[in-house]
């Protein structure tokens, strides 16, 4: 999910933010149930050993691409851990539950282009409009 200031909330109460939805990994071709993927050696491989990186790389390229056509963000709130989305720790490419230090793909692209990330549990209560 990636944040845009706006006048009025879109989305879930997201006072003062349009919520815009975003799947790097549908946006590049993978399939919706997918096998678990890892960056594992700086590329992105399937639980099988399939290399699944271009896939990540232009679907990541994708979401960008439409996120700065829509008028750009200030900020996305991704999923941790996630080969895409994950921001400060992520699956270490054993597929064996161990994190560690880096970002998805997506993260790294769009913290290039300047934008914040931040992980569900960092997003200011207020923000989402709860607790009013």
Same mark, same amino acid.
């Given at each position: 999910?990636?944040?845009?200031?706006?006048?009025?909330?879109? @989305?879930?109460?997201?006072?003062? =933010?349009?919520?815009?939805?975003? =799947?790097? &990994?549908?946006?590049? #071709?993978?399939?919706?149930?997918?096998?678990?993927?890892?960056?594992?050696?700086? @590329?992105?491989?399937? &639980?099988?050993?399939?290399?699944?990186?271009?896939?990540?790389?232009?679907?990541?390229?994708? &979401?960008?691409? !439409?996120?700065?056509?829509?008028?750009?963000? $200030?900020?996305?709130?991704?999923?941790?851990?996630?080969?895409? =989305?994950?921001? #400060?720790?992520?699956?270490?490419?054993?597929?064996?539950? %161990?994190?560690?230090?880096? $970002?998805?793909?997506?993260?790294?692209?769009? %913290?290039?282009?300047?934008?914040? /990330?931040?992980?569900? $549990? +960092? /997003? $200011?209560?207020?923000?989402?409009? +709860?607790? !009013?």
């Amino acid at each position: 999910m990636t944040l845009r200031s706006s006048r009025r909330s879109t @989305r879930r109460g997201a006072r003062g =933010c349009t919520v815009i939805p975003v =799947c790097p &990994e549908v946006a590049g #071709g993978l399939p919706v149930p997918r096998p678990r993927s890892e960056i594992s050696a700086g @590329r992105v491989v399937d &639980e099988f050993g399939a290399s699944v990186d271009a896939a990540f790389r232009s679907g990541a390229a994708a &979401e960008l691409a !439409r996120i700065e056509a829509a008028g750009g963000i $200030d900020a996305a709130v991704l999923q941790p851990r996630s080969p895409s =989305c994950g921001a #400060g720790l992520i699956y270490d490419g054993s597929f064996t539950g %161990k994190l560690v230090p880096g $970002d998805g793909v997506f993260t790294a692209l769009l %913290k290039e282009h300047g934008v914040p /990330v931040y992980a569900p $549990d +960092e /997003v $200011d209560a207020r923000l989402l409009g +709860e607790g !009013r």
